[in-house]
C-alpha cells in the first residue's frame, strides 16, 4: 500500500538519488587484454575489385554444382610484383573460398541461361593444396557480373602483355650475350693468331755459324 506521507516519499527519493550518484571509484580490471595484431595477408596488396556474391564449385564425383560460400571476393594486386590474384572469404566465418592467381590462361565465361552467373577454370590454392576447379559465380545483378568478367579478363590479357614483355627482354638479353661472346672469341682469336706470327722467324734468315779463329801452323 503506497504512502501519503510527503515526508517518507522525500526520504525515498533521496536514497533513490544517492544510490544513482557516481562516486567516482574506479575498479581496475581483473584481467587485462592485450591488443594482438591480425595479419590477412593482404597488407601489401591493393583492392581493384570487391563485391558481393555467392560462389559454386562442380563436384567431379557427384556431377553436380556445390555452393562453396556467401560472401566477398576481391581482386588483388601486388604492390611489387604487379600479380593478380582473386581472393573470396565467407561473410561470417571469413574463411577462404577462393584462392588463385589470375593468369593469362583464365577465361571467365557467362553461365548458360544464367546472364548474372559466370563460370572459369583455376588452379585454387583455397584449401592449402592447387587443385584444378571449375568454378562458378553468383552475382546480385547483371552489372556486377559483367563488371567481374571484363576486369579477369582485362588482367589475363595484361599479364600476358607482361610475360611476352619478359620473354622478348630475356630473348634480347640473351642474343645480346651471345654477342659478346662471339665478339670476345674473335679477338682472342685474332691475338693468338697474332702471337704465332710473331714466334716464326723471318725467311731467308737463318742462323750465322760461329767462326773458329786457327793460328797458322809454321813450318820448320
Given amino acids: 500500500?503506497?504512502?501519503?506521507?510527503?515526508?517518507?516519499?522525500?526520504?525515498?527519493?533521496?536514497?533513490?538519488?544517492?544510490?544513482?550518484?557516481?562516486?567516482?571509484?574506479?575498479?581496475?580490471?581483473?584481467?587485462?587484454l592485450e591488443e594482438v595484431s591480425v595479419t590477412t595477408g593482404e597488407e601489401?596488396?591493393?583492392?581493384?575489385?570487391?563485391?558481393?556474391?555467392?560462389?559454386?564449385?562442380?563436384?567431379?564425383?557427384?556431377?553436380q554444382w556445390k555452393e562453396r560460400g556467401a560472401g566477398t571476393v576481391k581482386l588483388l594486386k601486388h604492390k611489387e610484383t604487379g600479380k593478380v590474384r582473386l581472393v573470396m572469404r565467407q561473410s561470417k566465418t571469413l574463411k577462404i573460398c577462393a584462392n588463385h592467381l589470375i593468369i593469362p590462361t583464365v577465361i571467365v565465361q557467362e553461365y548458360a541461361g544464367n546472364d548474372k552467373s559466370c563460370v572459369w577454370h583455376a588452379a585454387d590454392f583455397a584449401d592449402g593444396e592447387l587443385k584444378d576447379e571449375m568454378f562458378c559465380m553468383r552475382f546480385a545483378s547483371v552489372e556486377n557480373c559483367k563488371t567481374f568478367m571484363e576486369r579477369v579478363q582485362e588482367i589475363a590479357e595484361s599479364q600476358k602483355s607482361?610475360?611476352?614483355?619478359?620473354d622478348a627482354?630475356?630473348?634480347?638479353?640473351?642474343?645480346?650475350?651471345?654477342?659478346v661472346e662471339d665478339k670476345d672469341g674473335e679477338e682472342k682469336?685474332?691475338?693468338?693468331?697474332?702471337?704465332?706470327?710473331?714466334e716464326v722467324p723471318a725467311a731467308g734468315k737463318e742462323k750465322e755459324p760461329q767462326s773458329e779463329d786457327k793460328e797458322p801452323v809454321s813450318s820448320t
Wanted: charged share 45%; net charge negative.
Fill in 1 to 32: 500500500m503506497a504512502s501519503n506521507d510527503p515526508e517518507h516519499s522525500r526520504e525515498e527519493e533521496e536514497t533513490a538519488a544517492a544510490e544513482d550518484e557516481d562516486t567516482g571509484a574506479q575498479v581496475a580490471p581483473i584481467i587485462k
Fill in 44 to 63: 601489401d596488396e591493393d583492392a581493384v575489385l570487391d563485391l558481393k556474391a555467392k560462389l559454386y564449385r562442380f563436384d567431379k564425383d557427384g556431377n
Fill in 162 to 166: 607482361t610475360e611476352d614483355n619478359k
Fill in 169 to 179: 627482354s630475356a630473348a634480347a638479353g640473351l642474343l645480346e650475350k651471345l654477342s
Fill in 189 to 198: 682469336a685474332e691475338e693468338k693468331s697474332k702471337e704465332a706470327k710473331d
